[in-house]
């Protein structure tokens, strides 16, 4: 089992700007992709970013140069780095993880946290 708990999120003025942690936890061996999707009401979850232990990241296309994912391997964290938001961008925000336990390969995900941002 991976438990993830996700933090920072909240209401933000357009143009503001929002940083989300997720701490993961659990027996697993490793956590090889941790991300960040997100899903507003009446539509699907989408991916934000997602970061590899190796550093490598990708991002949605509509993120790219406004927000920035970053992680810390030794402390199984993940951050959002969320600049310039724009109303359209309000959503539950989810944090992700594909760990490798000993089970198998696991794909984890948190609670959720609400970013609201105001026109």
């Known amino acids: 089992q991976v438990q993830l708990v996700e933090s920072g999120g909240g209401l933000v003025q357009a143009g503001g700007f929002l940083r989300l942690s997720c701490a993961a936890s659990?027996?697993?061996?490793?956590?090889?992709?941790m991300g960040w999707y997100r899903q507003a009401p009446g539509k699907q979850r989408e991916l934000v970013a997602a970061i590899r232990s190796s550093g490598n990241t990708v991002y949605a296309d509509s993120v790219k140069g406004r927000f920035t994912i970053s992680r810390d391997n030794a402390k199984n964290t993940v951050h959002l780095q969320m600049n310039s938001l724009k109303p359209e961008e309000t959503a539950a925000y989810y944090c992700n993880a594909n760990s490798t336990t000993g089970w198998g390969h696991i794909t984890s995900w948190g609670q959720g946290t609400q970013v609201t941002v105001s026109s």
């Open positions: 659990g027996r697993f061996f490793s956590i090889n992709v």
